[in-house]
């Protein structure tokens, strides 16, 4: 059995910075591309990074390019989100999971459909 499991949302105030991390169980991030995502209230969910299945290209949404950054851990299996300068437009809930990577819009598909609870993000602004 897959399982996903984010953390590190918090309530920042604009501006400010926060870490995400993404832990799996059951099928190591070794040799798959993933990323992450985003759903706000009232809103589909969003592509926001991906991490190409070589672990070395990265793809971001027009909307965090330059203030988000993906990488990964692969000893420990785990999958980050830098979020620097962040703005009240990106309060959302974060998830990751096994992706696709695309270089245009959206930048990540689900790849199996395996999602965790997701890890809250507010920003105040």
């Known amino acids: 059995q897959v399982k996903v499991e984010e953390s590190g949302g918090d309530l920042v105030q604009a501006g400010g910075s926060l870490r995400l991390s993404c832990t799996t169980s059951?099928?190591?991030?070794?040799?798959?591309?993933m990323g992450w995502f985003r759903q706000a209230p009232g809103k589909e969910r969003e592509a926001v990074s991906c991490?190409?299945?070589?672990?070395?290209?990265?793809y971001y949404a027009d909307s965090v390019k330059g203030r988000f950054t993906i990488s990964i851990d692969d000893a420990k299996n785990t999958l980050y989100l830098e979020m620097n300068s962040l703005k009240p437009e990106d309060t959302a809930m974060y998830y990751c999971t096994y992706a696709s990577c695309n270089p245009s819009r959206p930048v990540a598909q689900s790849l199996f459909n395996y999602w965790g609870q997701g890890t809250q993000v507010t920003v105040s602004s």
């Open positions: 059951g099928l190591p991030m070794d040799g798959y591309a």
């Open positions: 991490l190409g299945r070589s672990h070395k290209s990265q």
